[in-house]
């Protein structure tokens, strides 16, 4: 991606290579610096918070959760976020590159966890029936010492995405064909993420494919029943709405950066997708987390 203007964080490594991580909510508040998660932030991995203890509030892109008490969040990589500091918030939170799930390319869930990441952020268990996972999850990651653990937790994480989050998301599609995402897809979804600054145009991505523009929109209207120009420009407007939520710049500079050659051009981009110009889609969201 080019330099964003939403703060970037990495995985955070260890000793141990292994792309997985895990804090208890304390442990987390207590090790680093405030303003490091409650200030806006781009994960360029993906994450995992479950709320044992306390009530609060998270911002998911320019979304608000109201947590509570069995609620799971779920970050894919590229999405901006912020924690609202409550240090009577108890729970766990889950760094991963979600590499460590999948069994290969062909592995037959891959399509169906990643299809779910991209479209669902939270879910609120009625009971705490997934505390369990997560004590075992962070029994076994104290304990991690060997490739034996590292599969226990690769399988009881997977496992704990599969009831939950992949459940869930396939429930939301009972009536469509839109469950999962094909392979094809995910790699055209992939190109739009890291060029949409650059072009706009299905027929890029076409040639980036190596198929024709009929094929891809195929792709695209298989998957997800959008032309491909249409989930170019989704994206192009979630951006947007990330930027004008979290970031301080001015409009004209979020033009620029998202490669309008001008700033009128972002302006009626936005207003034909949202109903609304930047400005004041910016003022709204000011005046939602101010609340």
Same mark, same amino acid.
């Given at each position: 991606?080019?330099?964003?203007?939403?703060?970037?964080?990495?995985?955070?490594?260890?000793?141990?290579?292994?792309?997985?991580?895990?804090?208890?909510?304390?442990?987390? /508040?207590? =090790?680093?610096?405030?303003? !490091?998660?409650?200030?806006?932030? @781009?994960?360029?991995?993906?994450?995992? *918070?479950?709320? #044992?203890?306390?009530?609060?509030?998270?911002?998911?892109?320019?979304?608000?959760?109201?947590?509570?008490?069995?609620?799971?969040?779920?970050?894919?990589?590229?999405?901006?976020?912020?924690?609202?500091?409550?240090?009577?918030?108890?729970?766990?939170?889950?760094?991963?590159?979600?590499?460590?799930?999948?069994?290969?390319?062909?592995?037959?869930?891959?399509?169906?966890?990643?299809?779910?990441?991209?479209?669902?952020?939270?879910?609120?268990?009625?009971?705490?029936?997934?505390?369990?996972?997560?004590?075992?999850?962070?029994?076994? /990651?104290? =304990?991690?010492?060997?490739? !034996?653990?590292?599969?226990?937790? @690769?399988?009881?994480?997977?496992?704990? *995405?599969?009831? #939950?989050?992949?459940?869930?998301?396939?429930?939301?599609?009972?009536?469509?064909?839109?469950?999962?995402?094909?392979?094809?897809?995910?790699?055209?979804?992939?190109?739009?993420?890291?060029?949409?600054?650059?072009?706009?145009?299905?027929?890029?991505?076409?040639?980036?494919?190596?198929?024709?523009?009929?094929?891809?929109?195929?792709?695209?209207?298989?998957?997800?029943?959008?032309?491909?120009?249409?989930?170019?420009?989704?994206?192009?407007?979630?951006?947007?709405?990330?930027?004008?939520?979290?970031?301080?710049?001015?409009?004209?500079?979020?033009?620029?950066?998202?490669?309008?050659?001008?700033?009128?051009?972002?302006?009626?981009?936005?207003?034909?997708?949202?109903?609304?110009?930047?400005?004041?889609?910016?003022?709204?969201?000011?005046?939602?987390?101010?609340?």
């Amino acid at each position: 991606m080019s330099e964003d203007m939403i703060f970037g964080v990495e995985f955070p490594r260890s000793k141990i290579d292994f792309d997985f991580a895990m804090h208890t909510m304390q442990d987390f /508040y207590s =090790n680093y610096e405030r303003g !490091l998660f409650t200030d806006p932030h @781009r994960l360029f991995f993906n994450a995992i *918070i479950y709320i #044992t203890h306390g009530c609060g509030k998270h911002y998911v892109d320019h979304q608000v959760c109201h947590i509570k008490p069995g609620t799971i969040l779920f970050i894919s990589k590229y999405q901006a976020h912020r924690f609202e500091y409550n240090p009577g918030i108890r729970g766990y939170i889950i760094p991963f590159c979600d590499n460590i799930l999948f069994y290969g390319n062909d592995d037959p869930y891959k399509s169906r966890i990643r299809s779910a990441f991209e479209d669902i952020n939270f879910l609120h268990e009625k009971e705490q029936t997934c505390s369990f996972f997560f004590d075992q999850l962070w029994l076994e /990651y104290k =304990n991690l010492h060997s490739n !034996l653990s590292e599969e226990v937790i @690769r399988n009881s994480l997977r496992t704990l *995405i599969l009831k #939950t989050l992949v459940r869930q998301h396939q429930s939301s599609f009972e009536s469509n064909s839109h469950a999962h995402y094909s392979s094809d897809y995910c790699k055209f979804h992939d190109l739009i993420k890291t060029h949409y600054v650059y072009t706009r145009t299905v027929e890029k991505y076409a040639n980036m494919m190596g198929v024709t523009t009929k094929k891809l929109n195929q792709i695209a209207k298989e998957n997800t029943g959008k032309t491909g120009k249409e989930l170019i420009d989704s994206y192009a407007v979630l951006e947007s709405k990330r930027l004008l939520a979290y970031s301080q710049d001015p409009i004209a500079s979020i033009a620029q950066k998202l490669g309008f050659s001008e700033p009128t051009n972002l302006t009626k981009f936005f207003k034909k997708h949202c109903g609304l110009t930047p400005k004041e889609f910016r003022n709204l969201c000011l005046f939602h987390n101010s609340k």
